[in-house]
């Protein structure tokens, strides 16, 4: 009778020393490019709780004072709670109409077969080489001649379509495989119940990235809304808000980096509740644009 031989212990693998030092060198460059997009916001924080006659002050602090009456001076210098809550409704109808078209534009472009499809989706592609400022002068007089002027028309509907979610949209249905839409016309479903009910769905995760990024956009608007609506007008968004601060005497630079503090709070806990969200369909993105 054989006795029987013990496993010995697998030893623990080491690791090489260049993986070592390669894994010690990415995560330092991580935590510097992390330092480097916080610094802003840091300056900015900073700023905020600072006395008037410390901003000009060489070299700077970088240690705040607490200095929190700026936060309050700050938030009676304009009515925030009109102008967020044009902001969200700005945005908002801006997402869901750059969605609506994406989803039909990117499902013609990407699905249908036509005459003339690509050199039509050519000349909406060539639509991101135009310049933005290029187009204030004439949207300006059309906008004043239909009497759009000081609305939020103005300020939705030239952005309601999105070149860059079409592209991506288009890109998604262009991967997807022909015999799902195939399946679904021979079981009588027409084109729109095609895209609604089978085409939507695949192509959620870069719906999401089209979402986020007008909302991004649209809230971060500030020219275009400065100049079609008027100075103290009803329909402006905060980014217009914070010009408030600069005035021919000069910028309060407190309290506009209080006003900025109080309003980059709710982008950022969008962004907080939607990372994973964010991250899975910049995955999906990705996967989708290589297929």
């Not at 510097?32 to 916080?38: H, S, Y």
């Not at 290029?134 to 028309?153: G, M, N, R």
């Not at 249905?173 to 729109?192: H, I, M, S, V, Y």
């Amino acid at each position: 009778m054989t006795k029987p031989t013990t496993a010995r212990p697998i030893p623990a693998r080491r690791r090489h020393p260049r993986r070592l030092a390669g894994a010690v060198v990415r995560r330092v460059f991580a935590v510097l490019l992390g330092c480097l997009f916080i610094a802003p916001l840091y300056w900015v924080l900073t700023t905020s709780l600072a006395r008037n006659g410390d901003v000009y002050k060489f070299p700077p602090s970088l240690i705040p004072h607490w200095h929190f009456g700026n936060y309050a001076r700050a938030w009676d210098a304009a009515p925030w709670l009109r102008l967020f809550g044009n902001t969200v409704l700005i945005a908002s109808a801006t997402v869901l109409l750059a969605l609506f078209t994406s989803v039909l534009a990117g499902f013609a472009f990407g699905v249908l077969r036509f005459r003339g499809r690509k050199v039509l989706f050519a000349l909406v592609m060539s639509v991101m080489l135009i310049p933005q400022t290029v187009l204030l002068i004439p949207v300006y007089i059309i906008a004043q001649t239909i009497d759009w002027l000081d609305t939020y028309w103005i300020q939705i509907i030239p952005w309601g379509a999105s070149v860059f979610g079409i592209f991506l949209v288009r890109q998604f249905f262009a991967g997807l495989p022909e015999e799902l839409f195939d399946a679904a016309e021979l079981d009588g479903a027409g084109r729109l119940r095609m895209l609604w009910s089978v085409g939507v769905p695949l192509v959620r995760p870069a719906l999401l990235i089209v979402g986020l990024n007008v909302f991004m956009g649209s809230w971060n608007s500030f020219l275009w809304p400065f100049i079609m609506t008027s100075s103290g007008s009803h329909v402006q968004p905060v980014e217009v808000g914070l010009a408030t601060f600069y005035g021919t005497d000069g910028t309060d630079w407190t309290g506009l980096s209080a006003a900025v503090a109080f309003t980059t709070v709710p982008v950022l806990a969008l962004f907080l509740v939607l990372q994973k969200h964010f991250v899975t369909g910049a995955y999906s993105t990705a996967a989708g644009l290589r297929g």
